[in-house]
């Protein structure tokens, strides 16, 4: 079984900034693409920022030069540093993982965290 626990998430005013923090763990063989998702009341979840495992990286338009993705494989981490974040920024925010696990073969599953809320006030 594999794990993914999030943290980094809380309230903040419109210009400052966040870092979020995902962890991955338990019978990992290796982690393909990391991400990060959010969902705000009412709307569907969209794709924020994603990273390869060699550390190829895509945004979503809204949060282009003001959000960065990274990862750290030896720590099976992926982070979020977000700034200059605005009111629109508000969601919840979901960290997925594309996780190779050995059993008898190699089989990939897609995981998901818990979820972390990021509050921006006006």
């Known amino acids: 079984q594999v794990q993914l626990v999030e943290s980094g998430g809380g309230l903040v005013q419109a210009g400052g900034s966040l870092r979020l923090s995902c962890a991955a763990s338990?019978?990992?063989?290796?982690?393909?693409?990391m991400g990060w998702y959010r969902q705000a009341p009412g709307k569907q979840r969209e794709l924020v920022a994603a990273?390869?495992?060699?550390?190829?990286?895509n945004y979503a338009d809204s949060v282009k030069g003001r959000f960065t993705i990274s990862r750290d494989n030896a720590k099976n981490t992926v982070y979020l540093q977000m700034n200059s974040l605005k009111p629109e920024d508000t969601a919840v925010y979901y960290c997925n993982a594309e996780v190779a696990i050995y059993s008898e073969g190699i089989y990939e599953y897609d995981y998901w965290g818990q979820g972390t809320q990021v509050t921006v006030s006006s």
């Open positions: 990273i390869t495992s060699g550390g190829s990286t």
């Open positions: 338990g019978s990992i063989f290796s982690i393909n693409a």
